[in-house]
């Protein structure tokens, strides 16, 4: 059985966790290496200090990803890298390439890369060489912000033409429909009823 490599993009989102926590119970399979990649943004003041800061975030950061996935699987091989780069998804592209990757997961939010990516490229699979599962986080119990949160997102999904496989993972929520009456005949038609009288054989 081949390794498979998949990256699943660290962000202080909860659609990034809600990404992580589907790709371990649908995708992940024993001996898969997942690589949990985070990028901070580069700064303009090329300050050390705040770069150190921003990376040393970034690490706890994946660190409680990483948490999440020896607490589901204990057997997963997990590795963390944490870089420099741009907002836009570039850096990500760049490292999924180098990685080889054959599977990269993102938690779908309203400010994703993914978004300003497709903006940038009309067709989003020439930035990766693999396929790319955006997990949309299931819409919160209010109605009003949930009414907004699909607003917002349905127009950044008309604006752009993205191609990428997008995974709802909003609960399945049944009507609560009264069970249907059955008809039952008490007493069925007489002529339906065929008596055949068994005699007795006597030796």
Not at 42 to 50: D, G, P, V
Not at 68 to 84: D, L, Q, R
Not at 152 to 157: E, I, K
Not at 176 to 200: E, G, H, N, Q, V
Request: glycine fraction near 4%.
């Amino acid at each position: 059985m081949d390794v498979r490599k998949i990256v699943v993009v660290v962000e202080e989102v909860e659609a990034a966790r809600t990404a992580l926590q589907w790709a371990l119970h649908n995708l992940v399979r024993y001996g898969d290496l997942i690589t949990l990649l985070h990028v901070f943004p580069s700064l303009r003041s090329r300050s050390k200090t705040k770069s150190r800061l921003l990376r040393l975030k970034g690490f706890q950061l994946a660190l409680s990803f990483q948490d999440t996935c020896c607490n589901n699987f204990p057997n997963t091989k997990v590795e963390i890298i944490v870089t420099e780069g741009d907002q836009e998804g570039r850096k990500i592209s760049a490292m999924v390439r180098e990685i080889g990757a054959s599977a990269l997961v993102v938690g779908l939010h309203d400010h994703s890369f993914l978004y300003k990516l497709a903006m940038a490229h009309s067709d989003i699979t020439k930035s990766f060489s693999c396929r790319v599962l955006a997990i949309r986080q299931p819409p919160s119990s209010s109605p009003s912000r949930t009414k907004t949160r699909r607003t917002s997102t349905l127009s950044l999904d008309s604006s752009t033409n993205m191609d990428f496989s997008q995974i709802e993972i909003a609960g399945l929520r049944l009507p609560d429909l009264p069970s249907p009456k059955i008809p039952y005949r008490i007493c069925p038609s007489p002529s339906a009823i065929i008596w055949r009288s068994r005699k007795s054989r006597r030796k």
